[in-house]
């Protein structure tokens, strides 16, 4: 019984050893292998992420160097204000409360497409007197833009039709009660701007009641307009 009870206790010891070999071989396997992955994931570079590129104001497409990228919109009827983007900015809006019924309008320096100064005028209710001081104190390089917003026109005397089409428009002569308009423009501007569109106010056109569809324009204004 004694020799049978060695021989027990000794197959014990062994299988116990066993175990343990094999124990310690697959903690040393399950430990190599994650070292070996590690390695391997260190030595491949990380693969960058890739954004989606992003035209600014949400043009259609880029500009090229040396171009300022906007994209406005006139009010729609008397209801949403305007909206004007330059280089991904929102000068003017609804959202941003600094637009009003008439023409708003918004100075940008033509070097640096920095934001100079917005303003509204209420060509209904109010008086043209401060649209024309407002206008001759624009400095040459200054690249002007404009919207519409409800009524842009009943209070429109000759001088200030002048001094905006000293800017370069060519439709402000035509511009009337509830029409529709968009400019960009420029003090100093040698030649007519090629940015500007105009839709008339005609109950047998208009989309809304009263008023006709919004417009916009999208484009990309060269520096030192």
């Known amino acids: 019984m004694v020799r049978a009870s060695g021989v027990f ?19 040393l396997d ?10 391997l994931a260190r030595s491949v570079p990380n693969e960058p992420t890739v ?19 906007f994209k406005m919109a ?7 204000g305007p909206r004007i983007c330059l280089e991904d900015i929102i000068l003017m809006s609804s959202v941003k409360n600094n637009v ?4 708003n309008i918004a100075l940008v320096n033509g070097k640096t497409g920095e934001l100079l100064k917005t303003a509204s005028f209420d060509m209904w209710g109010g008086d043209v ?23 842009p026109a009943t209070k429109l005397n000759d001088e200030a039709r002048q001094l905006i089409a000293d800017l370069g428009s060519t439709v402000i002569t035509q511009l009337g009660f509830r029409d529709n308009w968009v400019f960009v423009g420029g003090k100093g501007i040698k030649t007519k701007s090629p940015f500007e569109q105009h839709i008339k106010n005609s109950a047998d056109t208009n989309k809304f009641d009263g008023w006709p569809e919004v417009l916009e324009m999208e484009g990309c204004i060269p520096q030192k307009f």
């Open 9 to 27: 206790k000794f197959a014990t010891i062994v299988f116990v050893f066993i175990i343990a070999i094999f124990l310690t071989f697959q903690l």
């Open 51 to 69: 954004k989606p590129f992003r035209v600014k104001c949400g043009l259609v497409r880029q500009c090229p160097n040396s171009h300022f990228a």
């Open 30 to 39: 399950i430990d190599l292998d994650f070292k070996i992955r590690d390695i």
């Open 129 to 151: 007197a401060p649209l024309i001081k407002f206008l001759k104190e624009i400095e040459d390089g200054t690249v002007v833009l404009m919207a519409s917003f409800d009524d």
């Open 100 to 103: 009003g019924r008439g023409i």
């Open 74 to 80: 006139s009010g729609a009827a008397s209801v949403v």
